[in-house]
């Protein structure tokens, strides 16, 4: 690959790493260990409407597996923008051989070639 490919696959990762965090934002919060945690409802003890308390739990327990989805995802952007500073970029996790540009213009944060890929 060269350095334009490259450039254009970080500008891809780049905005999908800020559309993440912003989806994750809108209903989870950083945690001091770099990840996400979903907000839990804020019950208020003078609020007595049982199907509203109902519906934000609800949604809660839909959002934890919506969050760690997506943190996941974050996580392997994060782990490929780190693999273009250190110039380890494009390399096929199992066999060391480079992952075609057409498997990261599909998948920018691929680790693996298309003869690994699971």
């Known amino acids: 690959m060269d350095k ?4 254009e696959l ?3 990762l780049i905005k ?8 994750l934002s809108e209903f989870a919060q950083k945690d001091k260990k770099e990840g996400w945690t979903p907000k839990y409802p804020d019950f ?3 609020v007595f409407e049982k199907d509203e308390e109902a519906d934000e739990v609800e ?4 959002e934890v597996p919506l969050e ?4 996941s995802r974050l996580k392997d952007i994060n ?4 693999k273009i500073e250190k110039g380890e970029y494009g390399k096929c996790e ?10 990261l213009k599909a998948n920018p944060e691929a680790r693996t070639c298309i003869n690994h890929a699971s």
Request: aromatic fraction near 4%; charged fraction near 50%.
């Open 16 to 23: 999908e790493r800020d559309e993440i965090e912003k989806e």
């Open 79 to 82: 782990d490929a923008l780190e």
């Open 4 to 7: 334009n490919q490259i450039e």
């Open 44 to 46: 208020k003890a003078d």
């Open 94 to 103: 199992e066999c060391g051989e480079e992952i075609s540009y057409e498997r």
């Open 68 to 71: 760690h989805s997506l943190e």
């Open 59 to 62: 949604d809660f327990l839909v």
């Open 10 to 12: 970080k500008n891809i």
